[in-house]
């Protein structure tokens, strides 16, 4: 599907671990960025982590040492590793693909999944 699609998203105990995967559908002659976002009622949706082309990968603070993000390319999957959740974790999360390159079908846009809860109880 062209919109990304989320799911693994469920509760956990503080301290528990999730896995999230985001599959999506990829044009072969284009370039894909990958991200996962989380969004809190109230709150803006704030980046989490993203891996790039190069399989680069960057991480919000709260991010780094305890979530992994991965990209199975063949299956055209992306995952979210979360270890050590604590209830501050609890956030609706969405997977974002924004493509790009060369003509118009590879024309940049920015593609965001439907978002899966986790919740993560003290």
């Known amino acids: 599907q062209v919109q990304p699609a989320e799911s693994g998203g469920g509760s956990v105990q503080a301290g528990g671990s999730l896995r999230l995967t985001c599959t999506a559908s990829k044009n072969a002659n284009c370039q894909y960025d990958m991200s996962w976002y989380r969004q809190v009622p109230g709150k803006e949706r704030e980046f989490v982590a993203s891996?790039?082309?190069?399989?680069?990968?960057k991480y919000a603070n709260f991010a780094e040492g305890r979530f992994t993000i991965s990209e199975d390319n063949a299956n055209n999957a992306m995952y979210l590793q979360m270890n050590s959740l604590n209830p501050e974790d609890t956030a609706t999360y969405y997977c974002?693909?924004?493509?790009w390159g060369l003509g118009d079908s590879c024309r940049r846009h920015n593609y965001w999944g439907q978002g899966i809860q986790v919740t993560v109880s003290a």
């Open positions: 891996i790039g082309i190069d399989g680069r990968t």
């Open positions: 974002k693909k924004v493509r």
